[in-house]
Each structure stands twice: as structure tokens, then as C-alpha cells.
């Protein structure tokens, strides 16, 4: 009997399921390591489908129903044979070692991704909406079969993304666990394994996938059904033997936000406060480069004095004792707080204060909203209530003492570019009034951290690799920066920014791995990373900082609007922001490591993604051995 006529293909449904995770239990067994799941994907009533729904949810164009799975374990019972955990970074990556034909071909219609590469057609609009669409620009293949260039309730559906069912039994995708779990790559039949499980975690996020148009909340997953070979005639007993094989380690580390001090002297008076409200406004006349977050001091501000407010007649109220004692104002809605500065102007003299003592500045304690108090200067004889009705407070609404030079503020808001937003503390004697104000001067100084001179170095001491023999390393910088909704061919799950003058070395053993400087420049990333893993099927603008490309192609965004059905499968979208978004780097490492040390360095970058904080994951391919002994499984390094 020949192998072909005794392999028996099996449907295993999941031992349990829930939104969360799913695990499967197959029986003792010889299965062919050809495992995959079908009838892989979510589902959800408020995205688009056949109901109508305005809705628009879609699987990420590079790694498709790939995003589903956020970790994958198999096990032996409760012994880990292997497991993959960032399984949305992992699986970016190999989804893109498609070939171009197979990325169009196979994984459109398999993982229901949006991958594959022709020269664009010429635009049957000529406006100027569509004036990038020039023959022999690059674009992804139009895909007829979803008519992902079709409009929806309004919006266009970009980058051939494939929409995310309405319901469970609508649209699916397939995958092979072999494309997570190295194990199963590594033989061809798996030996008698002892309760043989396989356990997902399911990443039902909506903001981990592509939205618009109103799509919130969590997704529902598809209930998946495991598909497995059973080799048929195969001896019962179960063989003592020794499998030598790869897994896939993941080790994340931190990489701090990168910048550099400058000063900027801003326009005259640039502060603007809301009513109300603790948010600061400071306009400038140029783009000063500041992300959220960041630490801003100023300089050179003058005092900004609240606006005038009318007390109304006889408000002012002495109260019987020595110098300090209270003397109380009434003023509806006053704004001030404990320790604010202000000032009394037209007041004439209650009891034995006199105008010209009143008539000064004072410090306030606040009552309520609607009272506040500050100490006499004389002492007054008993509770008389006075000041006539000519009588306003000004206040200092920054005190240029507490102001320059305070480390507290950070940047709140950038928009636009040339103005952004920082808060001002509580209960403190910058707080704002109840008064809309402006100020600060013409020579007020910003001290931020901006420029590109000074790189960030950070160095990055390995704990899941000691001890291990590793056959090569591979670098994804995960941000959580979202891109633009018009621009998101990448999401922040899946993309991996490109990053300025970036550096890496690696210190293994206490030696320089790398030579010269390591990988210091993006061919030397694309270099190290074909050398390791394979070629990718993404041009090699998106590995690149800051670069455009001549004909527009891969940076314009896609318009808004209607466009006809019709007259969208006519032409091929342009991608939106896909330059500068999946920079990865890998190298060979092929040895037993004792130590290992990651050296990096960048400098603050043009995009958000090249600026802020990330984290910088690093999957490390490790050689294992399951040993298997009278029935019994043990796993080693």
C-alpha cells in the first residue's frame, strides 16, 4: 500500500472556543505536520456586509486573517513543543515572502490580504484628484473578484482590502500553522505525540485592523476548524527517538523617544486661554516639529493679567479683628484659586481700609465659586460691607516668577503644525480664571527638544537568547503611532517605521557580531535582512526615512468621495503611506550564545514613527530537541 492510499483527511472541531482563545485536543496519533485552520477570520453585525451597514471594517492589507491570531501554542499535554507570540508582526513578515504571483494568486483568495504589485494604468479621470495615476506607477493589483475598489456608504474601500464579514459564515480565510510553528517545517510526518494540542489567542481589537466610517467595539471570531492528515498502518507504539528543530523566540525592548534640545524665540504674546479651562494655546509662525508628550520649558514670559471684572456695588466686606484678618469679595464665578494674584482698582474705603490699601495687590483664598478672601492691611472694627460701585479686580492669570523656568509642562496637542496646546497644573498660582486672556510678551523663549543632531544610543541586554543556539535574529520596530485613515495601507500592528541613520550591532559572546559599525544604513538593512530570511515583496521605498518617489505612487492618499463602480475598476489605486513604514532587518548569528547585547542608535526622524517611543522586537530563530522515551516527551535547548 502506498502512503498516498493511507493518509485519511480530518475535520477536528475546537475541544472549546470563545472570543478569546480556542484550543484543539487531537487524538494519539501520526498526522501529517501539513496542519492548517480553515474558516479563519471575524465577523461582526456592525461592519460591512450584505445587511447594509454604513460601516466599513477590513482585514490589514499585508498579513490579512494572519491578524486574528495574537499568540499560537502547541503542546504535548502540558510540555510547550513551540509557540509564536506577536503573532501580527511575525506573520507581516511572512506573508510578504510571497512571490508577487503568489501574493496575487494564492494569498488574496487564503489569507485574504491585499498584496501583489502591478504598473499602474492611465486614469480614465483626468482631474486633479487623480492626476498621480500616471502609467507605469507602481499600485497594487486590482482585485475584481471583492471589488475592494468599489465605494462603501460613501468611502472609498483603499489598497485592495478585503471587507470583514457581517457574519460568521459569509467570507473566511485559511492558514497554514506552519507559518507560525517551525516545528511542524520540520518534519514531515510527526511521531505518535502523547495529547496533542494546539491553543489560539484571538486579537478581536477593532483598532487592530483597518476602520472607518463608525466601526467600533470588539469583533466576533469565526469558529475555526482544524484540518489534519491522519497517516493510516503506522505502528502503535510509539518509537523512542530524538527530533532536532527550530523554533521562534520573541524578545521585545523599550527604544526611548529621540530628540534634542533647541530654543525658539516665539511671536508676540502667542499664550491663549480658553475660558475656563486649564488648556494653555501657543501659536508660532513656523512648524516647530513638537510630538505629544513632549517636555517644553519657557523663558522671557511677562505677566499676563486676567481681564477686568466689575464687582457691583459695595461687595467688598471687612470683617472685626487685627491687620490680617479676612475681608471677603462676593464676585459670581471668579475663577481665582488659593494663592492667585489680583489686583483692586476704584474701590473706596471700608471701615479703616483705606482706598489707597485696598486699591493694591493682593493674594486670594478661595470660599467657594463664588467668594474668595484676602487679608486686611488695617484693623477694622466690625463686619462692614462697602467698596461703592465703581470697583474691578484684574488678576494675574501667569505669574511670570512661577511661569519661566517651570519643568512641569509637556506638550498636550499639535494642531496645526505651527500651534500646540500644554496644561497648566491645578490648585496653583498659574491656574486659569473663569476669563478668556492673552499674552506673554515679545521675547517669550521655548526650550523643546527638536532637531537631528544628537543621536539616542541605547544598549539592550538579551535574556531569552542565553544559554541557546541561534541561527539568525530578525528586528521589527512595533509603534502604537496610528497613520491617517486615508493613509493607512499600513496599521500600527503591522507596520514597522523606517527610522534616521539607524544603527544596530550585536555583541555576541563579547564580540563584535557585525563588522565596522554594524548595519548602519538602509542598504546594509536590506542587505543583512536578504541574506538571513528572503527577498519581500514590498519595494524597498518603505525601508527607507524620509524618501519619496518621483511619480507619487506610494505616498498619495486616496481621495474622498464617490467614485462610480464602474469607473473604479477602470484604474488602480495608489497606495496611500507606504514609503518609510516596514523597515525590518535581520542577521546570522549561527551560534551558541552565552551573551548577547543589542547596541542601537537613531536620530530623531521626520515622522512620528521615527520619533517617538517603540518597542523593538526581535524574533530569534533557536534550535530545540524533542526527545521522546516510553511514551514520555521532553523538550531541550
Not at 43 to 71: D, E, H, K, L, M
Not at 392 to 416: E, H, M, R, Y
Not at 519 to 544: H, T, V
Request: net charge neutral; glycine share 8%.
Amino acid at each position: 500500500m502506498s502512503l498516498s492510499n493511507s493518509i485519511t483527511t480530518m475535520l477536528i472541531d475546537p475541544r472549546s472556543h470563545n472570543n478569546t482563545r480556542t484550543e484543539f485536543r487531537l487524538d494519539d496519533n501520526y498526522y501529517a505536520s501539513s496542519l492548517k485552520l480553515i474558516d479563519v477570520g471575524v465577523f461582526s453585525s456592525n461592519v460591512a456586509g450584505p445587511s447594509g451597514s454604513t460601516a466599513i471594517v477590513t482585514y490589514p492589507q499585508i498579513n490579512g486573517v494572519y491578524q486574528c491570531i495574537r499568540n499560537i501554542y502547541l503542546y504535548s499535554g502540558s510540555t510547550l513543543l513551540d509557540s509564536v507570540q506577536n503573532c501580527a508582526q511575525f506573520s507581516a513578515i511572512q506573508a510578504l515572502k510571497a512571490t508577487n504571483q503568489g501574493s496575487t494568486d494564492l494569498n488574496r483568495d487564503l489569507i485574504l490580504n491585499g498584496m501583489g504589485f502591478a504598473q499602474a494604468r492611465a486614469s480614465v479621470n483626468n482631474s486633479a484628484n487623480y492626476a498621480d495615476r500616471r502609467p507605469g506607477s507602481l499600485a497594487t493589483t486590482l482585485d475584481q473578484k471583492y471589488k475592494q475598489c468599489a465605494t462603501h456608504g460613501g468611502a472609498n474601500i483603499v489598497n485592495n482590502q478585503s471587507l470583514i464579514a457581517s457574519e460568521q459564515d459569509e467570507q473566511s480565510g485559511a492558514v497554514s500553522l506552519g507559518v507560525f510553528l517551525q516545528f511542524l517545517k520540520s518534519i514531515s510526518v510527526l511521531p505518535r505525540i502523547p495529547d496533542l494540542r494546539i491553543l489560539i489567542e484571538w486579537d478581536t481589537n477593532a483598532d487592530s485592523y483597518f476602520t472607518q466610517l463608525g466601526a467600533t467595539g470588539a469583533l466576533q471570531v469565526i469558529r475555526p476548524t482544524l484540518v489534519c492528515e491522519v497517516i493510516e498502518g503506522m505502528p502503535m507504539e510509539p518509537p523512542d527517538l530524538s527530533v532536532p528543530y527550530m523554533s521562534t523566540i520573541v524578545e521585545r525592548f523599550n527604544v526611548p523617544r529621540t530628540f534634542t534640545t533647541a530654543n525658539t524665540t516665539l511671536g508676540a504674546n502667542p499664550f491663549a486661554f480658553t475660558q475656563a479651562s486649564k488648556v494653555v494655546t501657543v501659536t508660532n509662525t513656523a512648524n516647530l516639529g513638537l510630538v505629544v508628550g513632549e517636555p517644553i520649558v519657557f523663558q522671557g514670559v511677562v505677566s499676563i493679567d486676567r481681564a477686568s471684572m466689575a464687582l457691583g456695588t459695595d461687595k467688598i466686606t471687612t470683617s472685626a479683628g487685627a491687620i490680617g484678618s479676612a475681608i471677603t469679595i462676593e464676585l459670581t464665578a471668579h475663577g481665582l484659586e488659593t494663592g492667585d494674584k489680583f489686583t483692586l482698582a476704584g474701590a473706596t474705603q471700608v471701615d479703616n481700609e483705606t482706598a489707597a490699601m485696598l486699591n493694591s495687590e493682593h493674594t486670594a483664598t478661595k470660599v467657594n465659586a463664588n467668594s474668595f478672601t484676602f487679608p486686611s492691611q488695617a484693623a477694622n472694627a466690625a463686619a462692614t460691607a462697602g467698596g461703592g460701585a465703581n470697583c474691578v479686580i484684574t488678576g494675574k492669570l501667569i505669574d511670570q516668577v512661577a511661569f519661566n523656568g517651570n519643568l512641569g509642562f509637556t506638550v498636550a496637542s499639535v494642531t496645526p503644525a505651527t500651534s500646540f496646546t500644554f496644561e497648566l497644573a491645578a490648585a496653583s498660582p498659574d491656574s486659569p480664571a473663569s476669563i478668556v486672556a492673552a499674552g506673554g510678551g515679545a521675547a517669550c523663549v521655548l526650550t523643546h527638544r527638536s532637531g537631528r543632531t544628537n543621536p539616542t544610543q541605547t544598549s539592550f541586554r538579551s535574556q531569552a537568547f542565553t544559554e541557546k543556539f541561534v541561527r539568525e535574529l530578525v528586528f521589527f520596530n512595533n509603534t502604537t503611532d496610528q497613520l491617517a485613515a486615508n493613509q493607512r495601507f499600513l496599521t500600527a500592528a503591522t507596520r514597522s517605521p523606517a527610522q534616521l541613520n539607524e544603527r544596530l550591532q550585536l555583541i555576541v559572546n563579547n564580540v563584535n557580531h557585525l563588522p565596522d559599525q554594524g548595519i548602519s544604513n538602509e542598504a546594509m538593512r536590506i542587505m543583512y535582512l536578504n541574506s538571513a530570511q528572503s527577498s519581500m515583496n514590498i519595494p524597498y521605498i518603505c525601508m527607507l526615512e524620509g524618501t519619496g518617489d518621483q511619480r507619487n505612487a506610494l505616498t498619495a492618499t486616496v481621495p474622498a468621495g464617490t467614485i462610480a463602480n464602474a469607473q473604479a475598476r477602470e484604474f488602480i489605486y495608489p497606495h496611500g503611506a507606504l514609503k518609510n513604514n516596514f523597515s525590518i532587518t535581520a542577521a546570522k548569528v549561527g551560534a551558541r550564545v552565552d551573551s548577547l547585547r543589542i547596541e542601537h542608535q537613531r536620530t530623531y526622524g521626520t515622522q512620528n514613527g521615527s520619533r517617538d517611543a517603540y518597542t523593538l522586537l526581535c524574533f530569534g530563530t533557536v534550535a530545540r530537541n524533542l526527545m521522546m522515551k516510553n511514551g514520555q516527551i521532553r523538550v531541550s535547548y
